[in-house]
């Protein structure tokens, strides 16, 4: 569905845009839309409710019109096709986004504006400095999956939120839709913070309460589903602990382990380390070096597909440097390496009349022979989908 045009914020008077998703919220709809008209009545802010609707086909768009809403079809389903459908449509300077299932309280949205005109790009609310009312947040939510979701992306990113994953947050309109938010489902919610905070937007948090939604049916949250789209977003948004960290450790922990032992066996205590460990140490290697690949073709697609990552300097430097060409060098030299390698071991056999071998001497150098021609098949290959990666496209 091509994109609906952008509606500048700044040909109009109105300040504050609240925007709640629908899809087939009936029983709470009309309790928000309400409570969000009680908050500008009362705040005396100018602003404007829009019902960015989903495919309802419950009545709901029909409620949000009776009560002055702005409703909003959204044909692209999904939670972040939706709230990007009514930031879009929006016409406020500033956008505050929450749940229309009742329970997020739209009536106490002054923290949320006091820090948008105070010139905050992005403000999230948290649920955990709030208050979360029994029975509003599954245990598994409270105590598993917003911690540990937050704590990732704190970790992956420079970002200091505390609860990614609020449905009650406000921002400058302007600035979320220069950010280019593209998912569609509910790691809409950690696109948002990890883009802003890759863009280097003002972000804050404020204290806000979660209840019990109104709702008699499930909520379209699936914990697990959803839960692991969020930790997969945030794994592709950062190549270096997908990828780099781990492959780094494990290619050099197999590649230096595997050396080691072949030269001398090791004994440690009572254990004794040979050509076994050595083979495993390899393999360990092998795995380490592709995802060390994974991490270089990850962060390149990415920059060629126009995606938000984290940027280095280094990085930079080093993928102006790479091509098929050398890429493809690199790998033949590794492989004609261990092919020598190979040769030579192949030689003193026959020299030797093809005669029985000791296993140990023979397995301890034809590892490292093995590992470096696998090494170099890998880069080879990997060259070659750099290659496809980097070829120049027209867009449209």
């Avoid at 989903?54 to 949000?64: F, L, M, R, V």
């Avoid at 959204?74 to 459908?85: F, H, P």
């Amino acid at each position: 569905m091509p994109a609906q045009p952008d509606t500048p914020a700044t040909t109009s008077p109105v300040e504050l845009s609240i925007v709640m998703p629908c899809l087939n919220e009936a029983e709470t709809l009309e309790v928000c839309i309400r409570k969000a008209q009680g908050y500008l009545d009362r705040s005396g802010v100018l602003g404007e409710i829009v019902i960015a609707d989903n495919g309802s086909t419950d009545g709901s768009q029909e409620i949000a019109t009776r009560l002055g809403a702005r409703v909003v079809p959204v044909a692209e389903k999904g939670y972040g096709s939706a709230l990007m459908g009514g930031i879009r449509a929006a016409r406020g300077t500033f956008v505050i986004m929450g749940d229309a299932d009742d329970s997020y309280d739209f009536s106490d949205l002054d923290p949320f504006v006091e820090r948008l005109r105070s010139g905050d790009d992005l403000v999230m609310g948290n649920r955990f400095r709030g208050g979360i009312e029994p029975g509003a947040m599954p245990p598994l939510h409270k105590y598993l999956g917003n911690p540990v979701l937050s704590f990732v992306g704190r970790l992956f990113f420079p970002s200091q939120i505390r609860d990614f994953h609020c449905g009650l947050r406000g921002f400058r309109r302007d600035a979320i839709l220069r950010i280019g938010l593209i998912t569609t489902g509910m790691e809409f919610a950690s696109e948002v913070v990890v883009k802003s905070t890759l863009s280097g937007l003002k972000i804050s948090e404020v204290p806000t309460t979660l209840k019990k939604d109104g709702r008699s049916r499930p909520p379209h949250l699936r914990s697990w589903h959803d839960g692991w789209r969020h930790l997969r977003f945030l794994l592709l948004y950062s190549p270096r602990w997908l990828f780099l960290y781990p492959g780094l450790i494990a290619f050099l922990v197999g590649l230096i382990g595997s050396a080691v032992l072949a030269i001398t066996p090791i004994q440690l205590g009572q254990v004794g380390l040979n050509v076994a460990t050595q083979v495993y140490l390899a393999a360990l290697a092998v795995v380490g070096y592709q995802a060390l690949l994974f991490a270089v073709l990850t962060k390149m697609y990415a920059q060629h597909e126009g995606f938000w990552i984290p940027r280095s300097a280094r990085f930079e430097r080093f993928a102006a440097r790479v091509s098929l060409e050398s890429g493809a060098l690199l790998g033949v030299v590794l492989f004609l390496l261990g092919l020598v390698v190979g040769i030579v071991q192949f030689a003193v056999w026959a020299a030797s009349g093809f005669g029985p071998q000791d296993v140990v001497d023979t397995v301890r150098l034809a590892v490292p022979a093995s590992l470096l021609m696998m090494l170099g098949v890998q880069t080879i290959m990997s060259s070659m989908l750099l290659g496809v990666i980097s070829v120049p496209v027209r867009r449209s």
